[in-house]
């Protein structure tokens, strides 16, 4: 049955690269254009080789930093959504194209229009055709190694929303398996609220972006149910006014953009992306962009417990469990592997000579309280048992 089932998505997926390509010659503007990307086109790579050479198309991502990082490909490995497949998010897809991921997700209800030529990505032969579609076609021509699902729908609807949850929950490289990230790259209230609300009911951690109407600001920020504030937490001038989204777009005038604000958004999220996936550096939980000052503020906000979501409150309430168990099983952990006894510690924690600022007598005995500052409860419980209770959150 999985086997009929892969067939019929092939089958699927072939005749929409026939409708693409039947389009673009009806615009009679494929010919030559065609030609020159089917003979660069190269063939799939089934084993990945960490020889540095110049076949290799990988080979740039193997400098010495990141050498141990792609040694393995990891990359290879992960699933990311990427929701909104305009000016940031076909930037963004390139990118993780481009670095090798192992399977995109796209979403997306709009058409590409002349009136994106002044961002990146699209060319003005796609016109017409449906953004995921375009943006398929071209992605699948610059790295057949990335696996592609394309979705042509608003998730916003009763019945998309339900089959985008489906495809977050199922849709892994691994089919049955849940995506490892989810990017929110769409640029309207509705849609973030649809995304927000998805996420937190599968305790799913993605990533928001925007870019300012005025264009030349914008922001990332990671969003993990429950530990971070949600996009309903902190509701922007919009919700906390009740004013209606739509009466703040006028009719015939379009919001202005600007190819380098988008571009470096869509680089910073994708960055953030790679040290999330692959775990190196410092992950930004918000970061923000503004080209006048060329000012990046950054922040943690941490979940509102009035949020009106009720499934980020309930992550909030699984969030905090196991960080009480997480500091428990620390302390608890400390206290049985200790091979030093109080009395031989106890000369140590005497009366404290007059140090220069910044130095402190070593061995001290520390106050029995956590990194932030809340005394731990004492507990009866044993080791396995604060385990075992882990294991069922």
């Not at 394309?150 to 049955?176: A, K, Q, V």
């Amino acid at each position: 049955f999985i086997q009929v089932m892969a067939t019929v998505e092939e089958l699927k997926l072939r005749v929409r690269e026939l409708e693409n390509e039947l389009i673009k010659c009806k615009q009679k503007q494929c010919s030559s254009e065609d030609a020159h990307i089917h003979a660069a086109n190269r063939p799939k790579i089934d084993k990945m080789s960490a020889e540095v050479v110049d076949s290799n198309p990988y080979r740039s991502l193997l400098t010495p930093y990141f050498k141990n990082l792609m040694m393995d490909f990891k990359i290879r490995t992960f699933t990311v959504a990427v929701v909104g497949v305009g000016g940031v998010g076909s930037v963004t897809a390139e990118m993780l194209t481009r670095c090798g991921i192992g399977k995109l997700l796209l979403f997306d209800y709009d058409k590409v229009e002349l009136a994106n030529m002044n961002r990146l990505f699209f060319q003005p032969h796609q016109a017409g055709l449906s953004k995921v579609e375009a943006a398929e076609h071209t992605l699948r021509n610059i790295n057949p190694d990335v696996v592609f699902e394309t979705h042509n729908y608003n998730i916003t609807t009763m019945e998309n929303f339900n089959h985008f949850m489906d495809r977050i929950s199922n849709g892994g490289l691994e089919e049955g398996k849940p995506v490892d990230l989810v990017l929110s790259c769409v640029d309207n209230f509705e849609a973030r609220m649809a995304i927000n609300t998805a996420c937190n009911e599968l305790g799913q951690i993605w990533m928001e972006s925007g870019v300012s109407e005025n264009a030349v600001s914008g922001h990332i920020q990671l969003i993990n149910p429950g530990e971070t504030a949600c996009f309903a937490c902190a509701p922007p001038l919009v919700v906390a006014a009740n004013i209606d989204e739509k009466t703040l777009k006028r009719e015939g005038v379009c919001a202005a953009s600007l190819p380098t604000t988008m571009g470096v958004v869509a680089g910073l999220l994708v960055q953030n992306v790679l040290k999330y996936l692959l775990r190196f550096g410092k992950v930004s939980y918000y970061l923000g962009y503004n080209a006048m000052q060329d000012f990046f503020p950054s922040m943690a906000m941490k979940a509102n417990p009035q949020c009106h979501d009720r499934h980020c409150r309930r992550q909030q309430e699984e969030y905090k469990k196991q960080s009480d168990l997480r500091r428990k099983l620390f302390w608890v952990g400390i206290e049985l592997v200790s091979e030093v006894t109080d009395e031989e510690l106890q000369p140590t924690s005497g009366a404290v000579p007059d140090l220069p600022e910044g130095i402190t007598v070593a061995y001290t005995i520390p106050a029995e309280e956590t990194s932030g500052g809340e005394m731990v409860e004492e507990t009866e419980q044993s080791l396995e048992d604060l385990m075992a209770q882990m294991k069922k959150l």
